[in-house]
């Protein structure tokens, strides 16, 4: 383990040092497999070279009694690699599992690929792009879309990579271990200056992290701008309590179980706030009429996070930048 902050002055695309809670798991993993496969590409490969030169046409060996039946060799081979093949396959899951759970008191941050380009947004409302600054040992949730490509979001020192796709919100998490900058990519071919949509992270101690949201200059949170799209968009006109239009309430609705009217159920996550502002008429929650009508093209995808952040936050009727940290 390097204690050292990481530069990007250093050459290479810092495939050593892992600088992320997940990476130790993943190279752990990675190393492990390796071996596996090379000793058993070894083990053969012996086989093979001593077989040949034992059973070679004129050697003087015992050819009288050829075996017929290799039962138990065969079952044998075919039971150990099954079940180590299998211990892979749990190994794997649970690190996998662990990926895809963002630990609830994470610091969401907003990322948004575009032709060619990340755009960055941080709770307070502090903008950047091609550039992430996140906080050393506090678990960091980003929240990704697309302009219009596909792009891929990929951190190799943390070992994690996460496509942006349009139409879809997708998450990456991470808890960054080591300070110092990293390289941050674009790994999906998105189009004539995909090898320019490069960046850096930079990761730096809570304290410092605090200054630096601080020092930018004084914008409204996430949250804030979500909400003061949900007025100016008009759906403060229809979500309102007292709102003679009967639309469903969005206070605190994040996260909770909505029965639709086809049935099915559905949990409130920001998938399904996304559709249901750009696709209103797809997921029409039970007891409502399918009245709304589709924000697609209206708002880009930027507001729509805002939007979505400020219900994830529970749409409070004053949302305050406290509300953000
Ligand atoms: Cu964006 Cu490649």
Redesign the pocket.
């Not at 229809?238 to 994040?254: E, F, I, K, N, R």
């Given at each position: 383990m390097n204690d050292q902050p990481a530069r990007l002055a250093e050459p290479g695309l810092q495939l050593f040092g892992a600088a992320s809670s997940v990476a130790t798991a993943t190279d752990t993993l990675f190393v492990a497999l390796l071996l596996l496969c090379g000793a058993m590409a070894l083990l053969l490969a012996a086989l093979v070279v001593w077989l040949c030169v034992r059973y070679r046409a004129g050697a003087a060996v015992d050819r009288s009694d050829p075996p017929s039946d290799a039962g138990a060799l065969e079952t044998t081979w075919i039971v150990v690699p099954l079940l180590v093949f299998l211990g892979i396959f749990a190994w794997a899951a649970r690190d996998f599992l662990v990926e895809q759970r963002p630990p609830p008191d994470a610091l969401p941050i907003h990322v948004v690929?575009k032709?060619?380009m990340?755009k960055l947004e941080h709770g307070s409302g502090r903008r950047e792009i091609n550039e992430l600054h996140v906080p050393q040992g506090r678990p960091v949730e980003l929240i990704l879309a697309s302009e219009d490509?596909?792009?891929?979001f990929y951190l190799p020192a943390f070992r994690l990579k996460q496509d942006?796709v349009p139409g879809r919100v997708t998450h990456l998490w991470f808890t960054a271990t080591r300070l110092g900058e990293f390289r941050l990519f674009?790994?999906?071919?998105?189009?004539s200056e995909?090898?320019g949509?490069v960046g850096k992270v930079t990761v730096m101690s809570p304290a410092e992290y605090a200054r630096w949201l601080d020092a930018g200059p004084v914008e409204p949170g996430t949250v804030q701008q979500g909400f003061a799209l949900y007025r100016s968009s008009g759906c403060s006109g229809c979500h309102d309590a007292g709102s003679t239009v009967h639309a469903p309430m969005l206070q605190g609705l994040y996260g909770r179980r909505v029965q639709l009217q086809d049935g099915r159920s559905v949990t409130v996550d920001e998938s399904y706030l996304r559709d249901s502002i750009v696709l209103p008429g797809r997921d029409v929650v039970a007891g409502f009429a399918p009245i709304m009508p589709s924000y697609a093209g209206q708002l880009d995808e930027t507001q729509l996070q805002q939007l979505v952040a400020y219900l994830r936050a529970g749409a409070p009727s004053n949302p305050t930048p406290e509300a953000l940290r």
């Amino acid at each position: 383990m390097n204690d050292q902050p990481a530069r990007l002055a250093e050459p290479g695309l810092q495939l050593f040092g892992a600088a992320s809670s997940v990476a130790t798991a993943t190279d752990t993993l990675f190393v492990a497999l390796l071996l596996l496969c090379g000793a058993m590409a070894l083990l053969l490969a012996a086989l093979v070279v001593w077989l040949c030169v034992r059973y070679r046409a004129g050697a003087a060996v015992d050819r009288s009694d050829p075996p017929s039946d290799a039962g138990a060799l065969e079952t044998t081979w075919i039971v150990v690699p099954l079940l180590v093949f299998l211990g892979i396959f749990a190994w794997a899951a649970r690190d996998f599992l662990v990926e895809q759970r963002p630990p609830p008191d994470a610091l969401p941050i907003h990322v948004v690929g575009k032709q060619w380009m990340w755009k960055l947004e941080h709770g307070s409302g502090r903008r950047e792009i091609n550039e992430l600054h996140v906080p050393q040992g506090r678990p960091v949730e980003l929240i990704l879309a697309s302009e219009d490509a596909i792009h891929s979001f990929y951190l190799p020192a943390f070992r994690l990579k996460q496509d942006a796709v349009p139409g879809r919100v997708t998450h990456l998490w991470f808890t960054a271990t080591r300070l110092g900058e990293f390289r941050l990519f674009c790994s999906e071919f998105c189009g004539s200056e995909h090898a320019g949509m490069v960046g850096k992270v930079t990761v730096m101690s809570p304290a410092e992290y605090a200054r630096w949201l601080d020092a930018g200059p004084v914008e409204p949170g996430t949250v804030q701008q979500g909400f003061a799209l949900y007025r100016s968009s008009g759906c403060s006109g229809c979500h309102d309590a007292g709102s003679t239009v009967h639309a469903p309430m969005l206070q605190g609705l994040y996260g909770r179980r909505v029965q639709l009217q086809d049935g099915r159920s559905v949990t409130v996550d920001e998938s399904y706030l996304r559709d249901s502002i750009v696709l209103p008429g797809r997921d029409v929650v039970a007891g409502f009429a399918p009245i709304m009508p589709s924000y697609a093209g209206q708002l880009d995808e930027t507001q729509l996070q805002q939007l979505v952040a400020y219900l994830r936050a529970g749409a409070p009727s004053n949302p305050t930048p406290e509300a953000l940290r």
